[in-house]
């Protein structure tokens, strides 16, 4: 069947339970009453979320598929637990809500399994209510959520190769022995990977009317900071000794000293706004979706995670000691330099 994985970033930030709840629903919809002037509307989406959003149940059939794997468990996790506020948590995906309010909904063919808000797959109703089918919105509140979104995204299509082999020349097709007499089996990837490809009907259509397969926004930039004396170089098997060039950080230092605009601008703008060309900035000619990201550093490398906090503050820094200067006054260390002004609160908060 036609169906699509999207990862939408909301401008206003879904950050709190109250937020999510405005958006996410985990609960069967209320019954409406015989003399509710919206029970046709209420019904309508009581029944769509019974038709399309319900999980199993499951904890009595071990013959559905999540539960191949562990007849005792569902794969999914189904039934959840009951709970009565959402909470926010750091695997990734959001607690959601599911009161123990006795709301039950009659599933299945024969009328005789009853679900509740344990099985209720998270949706929102009004994406429900337009589309009338099954709709599963999720909050990613971690990186985690992203890598899994996107690996599920790009994965493509399940394929496989089955070959029958009858006879002794087809049983050592592509067999032969290595320097221990062992023998060994050569792959030919190019020719499973063509004999493997599956394209289903849909996919062909789009690549036929050379639609977009997918879509992303924005280009990302990854700035590394780094002490003096300790820029990062990268080593290649194609060139040794590696060459040592200048970093970013050193011709964004470099380039605040003749640039009057990038006096305003923090080291992850001038990224945003110019572009580095191997040796220095140069001013992009057209304006786009750019984003630039300082790299995470370990709070128990002191002195390079205060060169991280002060670079993403500080504005218009031309040298390492222009970095550790804080009010006229040149600190001694980075670390000093960010607490005077204020980014890290007090060096023990970092100490074992």
Same mark, same amino acid.
């Given at each position: 069947m036609p169906h699509a994985h999207l990862l939408v970033t909301l401008a206003n930030k879904v950050d709190t339970p109250e937020k999510i709840d405005s958006i996410i629903s985990a609960e069967l919809p209320d019954y409406p009453k015989r003399d509710d002037p919206e029970r046709e509307r209420k019904?309508?989406?009581f029944e769509l979320v019974r038709k399309h959003m319900i999980h199993g149940p499951c904890s009595e059939r071990p !013959?559905? $598929?999540?539960?191949? #794997?562990n007849a005792t468990k569902c794969s999914r996790g189904y039934p959840?637990?009951?709970?009565?506020? &959402?909470?926010?948590?750091? =695997?990734?995906?959001?607690?959601?809500? %599911? %009161?123990?309010? =006795?709301?039950?909904?009659?599933? $299945?063919?024969? $009328?005789? &399994?009853?679900? &509740?808000?344990?099985?209720?797959?998270?949706?929102?109703? /009004?994406l429900l209510q337009k589309h009338e089918c099954h709709v599963n919105v999720e909050v990613c #509140? #971690?990186?985690?959520?992203?890598?899994?979104?996107?690996?599920?995204?790009?994965? $493509?299509?399940?394929?496989?190769?089955? !070959?029958?082999?009858?006879?002794?020349?087809?049983?050592?097709?592509?067999?032969?022995?290595? !320097?221990?007499?062992?023998?060994?089996?050569?792959?030919?990837?190019?020719?499973?990977?063509?004999?493997?490809?599956?394209?289903?009907?849909?996919?062909?259509?789009?690549?036929?009317?050379?639609?977009?397969?997918?879509?992303?926004?924005?280009?990302?930039? &990854?700035?590394i900071p780094h002490l003096p004396n300790e820029e990062p170089i990268f080593f290649t098997s194609t060139a040794y000794p590696p060459k040592r060039k200048k970093s970013k950080l050193l011709a964004y230092f470099d380039l605040v000293k003749e640039d009057d605009c990038a006096k305003n601008m923090t /080291?992850?703008?001038?990224a945003e706004n110019y572009h580095f060309n191997g040796t220095k900035y140069v001013r992009y000619k057209r304006k786009g979706l750019r984003i630039a990201r300082l790299s995470s550093v370990n709070p128990k490398m002191l002195e390079l995670y205060a060169v991280r906090k002060l670079l993403l503050y500080k504005k218009g820094v031309q040298s390492f000691e222009h970095l550790r200067t804080h %009010? =006229?006054?040149?600190?001694?260390?980075?670390m000093e330099a960010a607490e005077a002004a204020g980014y890290i609160e007090k060096t023990t908060e970092w100490q074992d």
């Open positions: 019904m309508l989406l !013959e559905l $598929g999540c539960r191949d #794997a959840k637990p009951y709970r009565n506020f &959402t909470e926010l948590c750091n =695997g990734g995906y959001p607690l959601y809500r %599911r %009161r123990d309010d =006795g709301k039950v909904a009659v599933v $299945g063919k024969l $009328g005789k &399994t009853f679900a &509740t808000n344990r099985d209720v797959v998270p949706t929102n109703l /009004w #509140a #971690a990186i985690q959520a992203f890598k899994y979104i996107f690996k599920y995204v790009f994965k $493509g299509p399940d394929s496989v190769v089955l !070959e029958l082999l009858h006879n002794d020349d087809l049983m050592n097709k592509n067999v032969y022995l290595n !320097e221990k007499k062992e023998k060994c089996v050569n792959l030919d990837m190019r020719e499973i990977y063509r004999l493997a490809r599956y394209v289903s009907h849909m996919e062909a259509a789009y690549r036929i009317l050379r639609y977009p397969m997918h879509y992303t926004m924005h280009t990302v930039f &990854t700035l /080291w992850v703008e001038v %009010r =006229g006054k040149v600190y001694k260390s980075f």
